[in-house]
């Protein structure tokens, strides 16, 4: 999904990078705010989040993308989330209709943010808690949430038959056309998003060939 509306982005002339936590040594927030006492806005474990928020810092916008794992994101996203508290303040400060930390960094608040999220099951409500919790955490931090492309049944994606590809290739165009949009508008149209919230095929038939596939896989068969 990232990979295709990044292609459509960088059409629209942006610069982009993506960063795989898989591939990187972060550890876990201690929870002993050491980056709000002792050395404010930085960590005291030194790894590879230095070089995460950097370019966080040097960025218009950030994408956190991930699968979703038990209704929400992955534990090396969330590690990574976590990693992100030097870039508060401990004060408590009432922002819009709630109290919470203000962004240290004066005026450069944090880059234009992008959740992009791809579930097994077929139906949309799965992705509640995520967007919940992402809503609660850039609300009143520059445009809050400001694109969010989320994609039920996102197992048909990987699933490599050319011909079931080709039956979505409207999506990879419409996730190419959010990209484009995002750069050279600054958002994405309600015609793109609608199209991109769109069924790959009715709920039945997918249930039905994802419980055939693991029947075949249960029986030995090689699992495509
Ligand atoms: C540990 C684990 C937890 C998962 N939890 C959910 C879930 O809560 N809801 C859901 O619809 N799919 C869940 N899935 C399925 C994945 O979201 C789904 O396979 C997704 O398409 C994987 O995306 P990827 O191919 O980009 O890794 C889970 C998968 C794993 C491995």
């Known amino acids: 999904m990232v990979d295709t509306f990044f292609e459509g982005a960088q059409a629209a002339g942006a610069e982009t990078k993506t960063i795989y936590m898989k591939d990187l040594s972060v550890g876990f ?3 002993c705010f050491s980056c709000w006492t002792v050395t404010p806005g930085r960590c005291i474990q ?3 989040m230095d070089m995460v928020l950097a370019e966080m810092g040097q960025s218009d916008a950030v994408i ?3 699968p979703l794992y038990h209704y929400g994101m992955t534990a090396m996203l969330k590690a990574a989330l976590e990693r992100t508290l030097p870039l508060v303040d401990p004060h408590m400060v009432k922002e819009g209709d709630t109290y919470g930390h203000p962004v240290r960094n004066g005026d450069r608040l944090y880059p234009k943010t992008l959740l992009f999220s791809n579930c097994g099951f077929p139906e949309i409500h799965h992705f509640d808690g995520l967007i919940s919790q992402f809503d609660c955490l850039f609300r009143g931090r520059d445009e809050g949430l400001a694109e969010v492309v989320l994609r039920p049944a996102g197992g048909l994606l990987s699933v490599p038959v050319p011909e079931l590809q080709e039956q979505i290739r409207w999506y990879y165009d419409a996730l190419k056309r959010a990209g484009e949009e995002f750069v050279s508008q600054g958002r994405i149209s309600s015609e793109v998003c609608e199209t991109l919230k ?3 095929m009715p709920t039945d ?6 419980n055939s596939h693991w ?3 249960l029986k030995g068969k090689k699992c495509p």
């Open 29 to 31: 927030c201690r929870g």
């Open 46 to 48: 030194k790894d590879d």
């Open 64 to 66: 956190w993308a991930t």
């Open 198 to 200: 769109k069924d790959f």
């Open 205 to 210: 038939s997918f249930v039905s060939m994802v």
């Open 215 to 217: 029947d075949r896989c």
